[in-house]
């Protein structure tokens, strides 16, 4: 299910959605964000740590797409060769879009490496 902060099997928002397919430890990327805010910044430089940028243009399954559904409002996705699964407040729950939903994308990202 969807959970605002979540980053259990008891729900997921965006974030720890995420991390948890990405095999993050959730305690490495900070709780008291909102995703319904001009300024991202902290978050997404604590996500720098375990992805690297990649073209839009040649992201593919797996990546994490960040996206603008709104003005204020940004959003992850992981990319699927079918589509999109993502945490859908609206329906509550993780789900697998059939297509990336028709949102701005503002960048993409792959899992760095690690050492």
Known sequence: PFRPQGRSSLGFD??????AAHFIDAAEVPRDYRMRTATVGRLLRQLERFFTTVA???AEAGDVLLLRPAIDQFH???LTERGMIHADA???KVVETPRI???????AHRRALSE
């Open 56 to 58: 839009v243009s040649d």
């Open 101 to 107: 939903p028709a949102w701005p994308i503002l960048s």
């Open 90 to 92: 609206r329906l509550r």
């Open 14 to 19: 965006c974030v720890g959605l995420v991390c």
């Open 76 to 78: 992850l996705g992981i």
